[in-house]
Each structure stands twice: as structure tokens, then as C-alpha cells.
């Protein structure tokens, strides 16, 4: 766990579709919104058919870019949807994913949202390598820290061991 201004960072393994702590979670979106692999896939398995319908109208959306809408079939109250970069074909990759950081939290923080939970966006299909994206992550936080109001709690929900381990480790080094 790390302060960054007046925001807790937090790693854990776990589902990101079971954090009922968690007033939002983030999706790992596709550009159109639907149902996909991954995080995708699992959000849009609890909450479709309903989400589908309240993401259509905001689609499509580029990398960098993120949307909100309600949590149907979650136990959190809202989705914020993400479109992260495709690795070595959305550049500057770097910033793509850190605006995916950026403007999700503000969306959270326009929202009046304590407590967000993100995937470690990019790393699966879209072929970002974890340490860079877990790096360019909490940078990121780390720089939008100051402008929250609202948002006190950023957690990463991690599938499997070897992303919690990196993600540990470069967590550390803030």
C-alpha cells in the first residue's frame, strides 16, 4: 500500500467483478463497448444484457479515453470504461495508457466516487508488458493525486501471481 497525496494505492489478487467495496470498477474496453475477452468479458458476463445497452450509446471510443455508466448485475454502482492502447500500434503507448489512468480517475472524481478498482489495463490481449504498464500506472496516479477531491481509494485487482508480484514490486519503488 502507498499514500500519494491523499489517495490510497492498494494491490490484490482477485476478480475485478467481486469488489463490493469498491464503488467503481474499470473495464478494460474494446473500442465499441461489448462484451470481449478478459476483464471485458467478465464485467459484460455479469451485467449484460443490460450494459451492453447503456454502452452503446457511447461508443466508439479511442485509446486513452474513458466512459462511465452504471453497474448492472455488479455489486459496485458504476463502470468506468477504459480504452487502453494496443501495444507497439496505439503511440505514444505510453501516454495512451496513462491518459486510460488520468481520465478514468477524473471521471471517477467528477462522479463523486471514493473508491475505484483497475485491471492492469493493456497487459492482456492488447500485448502491454506488465512492469512498463504497472510503471506507467502508478506514475500516472501518482501525478493526478493532487487534482482528486473525491477519490481516496485506487485499487489493483490482479489475476494471478505473477501480475501481483510485479505489480508489488514496482509499487515499491514509489
Not at 452503446?56 to 463502470?79: H, M, Q, S, W, Y
Not at 463523486?112 to 508488458?129: D, H, R
Request: hydrophobic share 40%.
Amino acid at each position: 500500500m502507498k499514500e500519494f497525496e491523499n489517495l490510497t494505492v492498494e494491490i490484490t489478487k482477485g476478480d475485478i467483478t467481486n469488489q463490493p467495496d469498491s464503488e467503481a470498477i474499470v473495464n478494460a474496453a474494446n473500442a465499441q463497448l461489448r462484451t470481449g475477452g478478459g476483464v471485458a468479458g467478465a464485467i459484460h458476463g455479469k451485467g449484460d444484457p443490460e450494459l451492453t445497452e447503456l454502452t452503446r450509446p457511447l461508443a466508439p471510443i479511442k485509446p486513452g479515453e474513458a466512459v462511465i455508466t452504471e453497474a448492472p448485475g455488479l455489486p459496485n454502482d458504476f463502470v468506468i470504461h477504459c480504452l487502453g492502447p494496443v501495444y507497439g500500434k496505439d503511440e505514444p503507448s505510453d501516454k495512451l495508457l496513462a491518459d486510460c489512468y488520468r481520465n478514468a480517475l477524473k471521471l471517477a472524481d467528477k462522479n463523486e466516487i471514493k473508491s475505484i478498482a483497475f485491471p492492469a489495463l493493456s497487459t492482456g490481449v492488447f500485448g502491454y508488458p506488465m512492469k512498463e504498464a504497472a510503471k506507467t500506472a502508478f506514475s500516472a496516479i501518482k501525478e493526478t493525486a493532487s487534482e482528486l477531491k473525491t477519490v481516496k481509494n485506487v485499487r489493483f485487482v490482479l489475476w494471478g501471481d505473477d501480475a501481483y508480484n510485479v505489480h508489488e514490486q514496482v509499487l515499491s519503488e514509489f
